[in-house]
């Protein structure tokens, strides 16, 4: 009997955070739904109890279900038959699982059937599922769509879609095609007005869509003839019972293979546009591709957890040199930041939360009513740090996890390299992380605003002035000095202006040199909350010392004529030596 | 018209996981030092009734169960897996019960629920594996039985087609209801607790549970009257006293015995041909097998 909440002390640790009392408060209206819905909470230990409960649900159904379906889905794989997508006899058994448990529709309001979650426990869940299958993790996290819907649909397309979402039915978001991948501003599917039939009409093709036979599908489309750019795009909401999408194929990929990623053509489909026209990319899906990024952080720490533990389980029983190879220093060592690394980005995952909660809380009422003054500054506050937090976690969290899933294999020696243990699997599950909802290379031209406004650089001084105790102290002033040495280096960039090229060349050493801070910073508070994270910090303030002393010598010694040596070399690479 | 279906759940010591303070000295379970839990095979069997439910749409789920104030345990963790209502008989009165005490109390309180169109029980439990209970309380109540069923086959309007396991091979029956079926550990796992129902009757309990809590819940209960697990102590079912707890127990314990297996009694076998061979002659020979 494996239950994957219970037995992973953190997310209790997390779902106790001081910040949560705030958050389910907003989130719940100061519990006003306390007698009207049968399963609203009264207070915050009733809430808090809920989600305990409900994550011993999400726990045991991925401890009993979910992981032990993964390898037969990994092989088997969807198939496409009659134009429908079919799922994998293992997926297909995952996802009733959780829909009959009622774990779809988690942070819709109670009046669509959802469970009216915060952000934190939703995110826990979606961080459960990952450990137990990364790929069917978006298959279940896809229900982020809802969230767009409630968001930013008129009542009558909230009314007729949101409800269906608890029942099992599933999302797509539509956005990618042949031409259009990070650059969703070349969206080409044409969206055009039927007077007749009083619909929009969506025709055109979309290229890697997961999930992509969604029943609920979001569809970016080219609505505004004759634009080019962004502005000329709108969102739109197609239902798969009109039947006007034809999946031309789904594609064989490395990793991730129980979630289908399809071509589709739409031919004419029937379609109801969400919001208002124009917005679509501008607004809406930077809305959604933020959600989404969350929801990679979430799978990236999920799938590190499960080859964490893949790593140390083998390293227990092997058996070199007549002991146990944990017991080698090159082993235990690559172990111990394994579990670091895991813990850092784990505690960026629930941070970045807390922001999204509060901002998505403060964004709702606003809708509700007017907000005070107060009320709108701790929105702005929570809006910005959600901002610059989301790029820098979808940037180190699917990073670490394939560096985490690399390490499980090494770990395994020759076995990993074989089809017998999961950590190969996972391994190349790991891989989509740091490319799709926003490659790490997109994540750090996002992330580079906060580098820029100082913003990373003001919550690094709100988590400095945090009470620690005593003991803490030491690392502290470690944490102190990588600042210091991160603004000489943000000094030596900034000087060549931020819209130089040389900034750009050196976007990610700023951006990942924050990032060492801001999770030492983050690991010291949980320190000071609990022991069990001591070792972690050490080590993660150990590896971030040296990176920012790596990044700092290569900057100090950098020179602008290097730029087109670069560029040289590149240039070099596929000369035929003739 | 509306079903009903009864289902038979008993909490049990988890003897799965039993140590060495499993047993006191007089040769009686030491419950106290076994994780209380849900008979595996009544989860079976829950399982097949709510399957049941779902195909005949316009029935009800309710869960009797026979035990302690803290087997109120088992009727809750039936809700949250789609239960409509439980039952929690309980008593003094019950006490030393063996298995035909125990299936007369409960037979009075399945009449005591009216009509009733199918009875649902785990084959066994794992504390007694005796399996005499379900088919007890059909007796009493004068319906057919099922025993062993593995698979729900097909349900219509006043009747279900079950397959049985039995030890050399299946068999496909079918009854009219009402009828009572004991389902077999190999049929459908139980479905998992939905979190709405979870958080809905959390805090369902008894009367005595809520005295032993020293709370006071009837305004909760007058708000909310699905938290109130109903209980039913012996006078509630109107029974013949003497037939139920330790006078209407004829069955007694003599002595149970401890047995302990030691590294010395067991043998390690390869797998090969003439070890399996021997093996086989060794088994055949002391009658275990043949």
């Not at chain 1, 789904?250 to 546009?273: H, R, Y």
């Not at chain 1, 009422?365 to 937090?389: C, M, P, V």
């Not at chain 2, 030393?96 to 009509?115: E, F, N, R």
Request: charged share 25%.
């Amino acid at each position: 009997m494996s239950n994957f909440y219970t037995d992973n002390e953190s997310l209790k640790f997390y779902l106790g955070h001081p910040m949560m009392e705030k958050i389910v408060e907003l989130k719940e209206r100061n519990y006003a739904e306390k007698g009207q819905y049968p399963d609203a909470p009264e207070d915050y230990e009733d809430a808090l109890d809920n989600y305990d409960k409900v994550m011993e649900i999400v726990g045991e159904i991925c401890g009993e279900v979910l992981a032990p379906n993964a390898e037969s889905v990994d092989h088997e794989g969807p198939k496409v038959v009659n134009n429908e997508i079919v799922y994998a006899k293992g997926t297909q058994q995952n996802h009733e699982a959780l829909r009959d448990a009622g774990l779809y529709g988690m942070s819709l309001p109670r009046k669509y059937n959802g469970l009216n979650f915060p952000y934190i426990p939703y995110v826990m869940a979606a961080e459960i599922v990952s450990r137990a299958d990364a790929g069917f993790a978006n298959i279940w996290g896809l229900q982020d769509c809802a969230e767009t819907i409630y968001e930013f649909a008129s009542d009558e397309i909230k009314d007729e879609f949101l409800p269906r979402i608890n029942a099992g039915e599933t999302c797509s978001m539509d956005l990618t095609e042949p031409d259009a991948g990070s650059d969703l501003q070349s969206v080409r599917l044409k969206a055009s007005f039927d007077e007749k039939a009083n619909c929009w009409r969506l025709n055109g093709v979309k290229r890697f869509i997961t999930n992509g036979d969604a029943n609920i599908k979001l569809v970016l489309a080219r609505s505004e003839e004759g634009t080019t750019d962004g502005r000329g795009l709108s969102y739109f909401v197609y239902d798969r019972k009109d039947n006007a999408v034809t999946v031309r194929r789904i594609e064989n990929k490395l990793g991730i293979k129980g979630s289908p990623t399809a071509e589709l053509v739409f031919n004419n489909a029937p379609a109801k546009l969400v919001g208002d026209r124009k917005l679509g990319l501008i607004k809406y899906v930077m809305s959604l591709m933020n959600g989404a990024r969350l929801g990679v952080g979430a799978q990236s720490v999920g799938l590190a957890e499960a080859a964490y533990r893949e790593a140390y389980q083998y390293a227990q029983e092997r058996e070199q040199f007549g002991k146990a190879i944990i017991n080698f220093p090159q082993v235990y060592e690559m172990l111990a930041n394994m579990r670091a690394k895991t813990d850092a980005i784990r505690s960026l995952l629930y941070e970045t939360a807390r922001f999204v909660d509060i901002d998505k809380s403060y964004e709702a009422i606003g809708r509700e009513r007017s907000l005070s003054a107060e009320e709108r500054t701790d929105l702005k506050y929570n809006q910005r740090n959600a901002d610059i937090f989301t790029p820098m976690l979808k940037l180190f969290s699917s990073e670490y996890a394939n560096q985490v899933a690399y390490d499980s294999i090494q770990v395994h020696g020759g076995s990993g390299f074989m089809k017998e243990y999961a950590c190969e699997r996972l391994y190349r599950d790991a891989r989509i992380l740091t490319i799709y909802e926003g490659t790490s290379q997109l994540q750090v031209v996002a992330a580079i605003r906060g580098i820029g406004n100082g913003s990373y650089i003001k919550r690094i001084e709100e988590l400095d002035a945090m009470n620690i105790k005593p003991e803490l102290e030491g690392l502290r002033n470690k944490l102190r000095e990588m600042t210091a040495e991160y603004k000489k280096m943000f000094e030596i960039v900034s000087a060549f202006g931020s819209t130089s090229e040389v900034y750009d060349f050196h976007a990610r050493r700023m951006v990942e040199s924050v990032g060492y801070i801001v999770m030492g910073y983050l690991l010291l508070q949980d320190s000071n909350r609990c022991e069990r994270y001591l070792r972690s910090c050490e080590i993660m303030i150990g590896i971030g010392q040296a990176e920012i002393a790596k990044n700092l010598t290569y900057v100090k010694n950098f020179t602008p004529e290097m730029l087109s040596e670069y560029k040289k070399t590149t240039e070099r690479a596929c000369e035929v030596n003739e | 018209m509306s079903y009903k279906i009864v289902v038979l759940a008993k909490q049990v010591p988890d003897t799965r996981n039993v140590g060495k303070d499993a047993m006191k000295a007089d040769g009686t379970v030491n419950r106290a030092a076994l994780p209380a839990i849900f008979n595996p095979e009544d989860l079976n069997a829950l399982e097949m009734a709510l399957s049941i439910k779902d195909q005949l749409k316009d029935a009800t789920v309710t869960v009797i169960t026979m035990g302690p104030s803290r087997a109120a345990d088992v009727i809750r963790e039936s809700i949250y897996r789609g239960a409509d209502e439980g039952f929690l008989v309980s008593g003094r009165a019950f006490a030393g019960s063996d298995t035909l005490a125990t299936s007369y109390a409960i037979s009075m309180a399945v009449k005591k629920l009216g009509k009733v169109d199918l009875v649902l029980s785990g084959r066994q439990a794992i504390d007694g594996d005796t399996a005499q209970v379900g088919p007890q309380v059909a007796e009493k109540l004068e319906i057919p039985q099922i025993t062993y069923a593995e698979e729900l086959v097909k349900v219509t309007a006043d009747s279900v087609q079950i397959k049985r396991r039995l030890e050399r091979g299946v068999e496909v029956v079918e009854a009219k209801f009402p009828v009572l079926i004991t389902v077999h550990g190999s049929a459908a796992p139980c479905r998992f607790r939905n979190a709405k129902r979870v958080m809905q009757y959390k805090k369902a309990c008894t009367i005595s549970e809520q005295q032993e809590k020293g709370m006071d819940y009837s305004d909760l209960w007058n708000q909310k009257p699905y938290l109130k697990i109903e209980e039913w102590t012996a006078e509630d079912l109107n029974p013949d006293m003497s037939r139920l707890g330790m006078s209407g127990s004829p069955t007694k314990v003599k002595n149970i015995e401890n047995v302990v297996l030691t590294q010395k009694e067991s043998v390690v076998l390869s797998d090969k041909e003439e070890e399996i061979n021997t093996l086989m002659k060794e088994l055949i020979s002391s009658h275990i097998i043949g």
